[in-house]
């Protein structure tokens, strides 16, 4: 599907999708050419195990941040809440073998390996807006399908009204599980809808490649129309619910962090607006680009909360 939504985003920002599609596909035939001679980033890159993964719709031709921005800048408070020492304190977690428990209300309960729940997958590059409710943003090529895809599998009661998604409890490990910063594990949800919009995608790579420990490996979520703490990492368990799930963020500072924690430029957090964003890796001197209402998604997404007063339910 073409994007519908292009009148959102500045033309200068787009990258004509063929052209875009092209270049990709050119880097790799020169991949494959190169055979090892005078090209070390290239060769290199041949190993990347998603590299032929096609892109998939939904998938906005946008220029994309450098991997180095999405990999080295990352929260992940199980770890540290220094976004540098998370980045290098993950490296130590083992992500196989990883399963991932479903519960509550679905016909299919049970516990899943991590090969099961990707044999006979496709899988889809799309490339996304990502938006940290620290005002911060980036755009990445994530690698990964769409959640409704998994939920479907489970099948779910007509008493699934929502879907809550916990991380990985390993203090040993995951060293910022040793202080209270939050109530761990990290748990974040979904209403049923939004976790089978086509746009929530599970990510089990980027960037061509599998996804770096830092960023949530070996599967997370990511909800592009929410800011990036919905986005949990490292997800061992699926848990079908009728009621609303109390969430990490929500249960830390219910007046800062929502349940729903949708992308709003008129809402501004308490301590900071929401109207800006700083996007990782632009020069201190770039100005700063105003925020999209919904991230950009609204077209897609919006309908999902017809009726609801986004100020209350942020
Ligand atoms: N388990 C877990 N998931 C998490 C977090 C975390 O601390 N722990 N941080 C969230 C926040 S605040 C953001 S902005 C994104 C950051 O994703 P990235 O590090 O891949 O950019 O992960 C989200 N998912
Ligand atoms: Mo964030």
Request: net charge positive; hydrophobic share 40%.
């Amino acid at each position: 599907m073409l994007i519908k939504n292009k009148s959102n985003i500045l033309s200068s920002e787009i990258t004509d999708r063929s052209v875009y599609e092209a270049r990709r596909q050119f880097m790799k035939a020169a991949v494959a050419g190169s055979a090892g001679l005078a090209m070390p980033n290239l060769v290199k890159a041949e190993a990347k195990k998603y590299a032929n993964v096609p892109i998939g719709s939904h998938s906005l031709p946008l220029e994309v941040n450098k991997e180095e921005d999405a990999t080295s800048y990352t929260n992940y408070y199980e770890f540290s809440t220094n976004k540098w020492d998370s980045t290098r304190l993950a490296k130590t977690l083992k992500t196989s073998p990883w399963s991932v428990t479903i519960e509550g209300e679905v016909e299919k309960p049970g516990v899943f390996n991590l090969e099961d729940i990707l044999k006979n997958q496709p899988l889809q590059e799309r490339i996304y807006r990502f938006r940290c409710v620290e005002a911060w943003s980036m755009v990445v090529p994530w690698i990964g399908f769409p959640l409704a895809d998994l939920i479907k599998r489970f099948q779910p009661t007509s008493k699934a009204k929502f879907v809550e998604f916990t991380t990985l409890l390993n203090p040993e490990v995951m060293i910022g599980q040793r202080s209270q910063v939050l109530d761990w594990p990290y748990v974040e949800g979904l209403r049923i809808d939004e976790a089978t919009h086509p746009l929530a995608l599970i990510a089990v790579g980027m960037y061509d490649d599998v996804l770096p420990n830092q960023n949530g490996a070996p599967l997370r979520l990511v909800v592009p129309w929410k800011y990036g703490f919905k986005s949990i990492k490292a997800i061992v368990k699926m848990r079908f619910m009728e009621t609303m799930p109390e969430t990490s963020w929500h249960k830390s500072a219910p007046n800062e962090y929502g349940f729903y924690a949708n992308v709003n430029p008129e809402v501004s957090h308490p301590r900071w607006s929401q109207s800006r964003e700083r996007v990782l890796g632009a020069s201190i001197w770039t100005p700063k680009r105003a925020t999209d209402k919904f991230n950009g998604y609204g077209e897609q997404v919006a309908s999902l909360y017809a009726g609801m007063d986004l100020s209350r339910n942020f």
